[in-house]
């Protein structure tokens, strides 16, 4: 029995070591839009795992101030406890996606429970916002080719990003826009949260996360970029 559990918490080691240090969206991204090819430097801002009723409503603030438009997966459990606060991303005018309703890895989905999953999902969204999204992210970004395809044949484009900021770690933010900084391109998508933590979806302390708007919107414009939504640099 003690075996057992020891193998379990090695189990757990490694996979929080392996989304820790190693980017899983790049093994996935064949046939998804997670950066766009442009001269232009534009980036997007997106934030997972929201609405929140803390960590929400402190981003949006922080994005007013600074003039950015975002792009928001929301999940549709969090909506429908807090569609209030959906509803305010979509008056202050940042693009609302479609993160699925429970956040399950859809790796094991079948066409069906993923076209019910997201479906459910913009439903919900809808209700609370007026908004019928057309962009979806898979959890964690674990997504197969068939389920890829199932996707867009319901409209939807299939959104990763270029550059995850692992927030949810809860670096620092100083670190966070330090690593971003280094790395940016024309045309990237960064990964925010504006809910969770290392073991939930819903709560934790995205403090470096709100820190790091400012710091990154002030670092990003002197170098010449524009923040826009998904939608603005696809269209752009």
């Known amino acids: 029995m003690l075996i057992f559990i020891y193998m379990i918490l090695l189990a757990a080691i490694f996979a929080a070591a392996f989304c820790v240090f190693?980017?899983?969206?790049?093994?996935?991204?064949?046939?998804?839009?997670y950066r766009v090819n442009t001269d232009q430097k534009k980036v997007a801002l997106t934030f997972d795992d929201g609405p929140s009723p803390v960590w929400t409503e402190n981003i949006l603030s922080e994005l007013k101030r600074e003039g950015i438009k975002a792009t928001f997966f929301m999940i549709g459990h969090h909506v429908k406890k807090y569609p209030e606060v959906a509803?305010?991303?979509?008056?202050?005018?940042?693009?609302?996606g479609n993160h699925g309703f429970a956040h399950c890895v859809t790796l094991y989905y079948n066409p069906w429970e993923i076209?019910?999953?997201?479906k459910y999902a913009e439903q919900i969204i809808?209700?609370?916002t007026g908004v019928t999204t057309k962009?979806?992210?898979?959890?964690k970004a674990w997504?197969?080719?068939?389920?890829?395809?199932k996707v867009k044949s319901l409209g939807y484009h299939v959104v990763l990003w270029s550059l995850n900021s692992k927030d949810w770690v809860n670096f620092n933010h100083k670190k966070i826009v330090?690593?971003?900084?280094k790395h940016v391109k024309n045309g990237d998508i960064i990964l925010f949260h504006d809910s969770g933590n290392v073991f939930s979806i819903e709560g934790g302390a995205r403090t470096q996360t709100v820190k790091a708007i400012s710091l990154l919107a002030k670092t990003l414009k002197h170098n010449g970029f524009k923040?826009?939504?998904v939608e603005e640099l696809l269209n752009g």
């Open 22 to 33: 190693f980017d899983q969206a790049i093994l996935t991204r064949r046939g998804t839009i």
């Open 87 to 96: 509803k305010k991303v979509a008056e202050e005018g940042h693009l609302i």
């Open 115 to 118: 076209e019910e999953e997201i």
């Open 126 to 128: 809808k209700e609370a």
């Open 135 to 139: 962009y979806y992210r898979p959890p």
């Open 143 to 149: 997504i197969r080719k068939t389920i890829k395809e």
């Open 178 to 181: 330090e690593y971003i900084e």
């Open 227 to 229: 923040f826009v939504t």
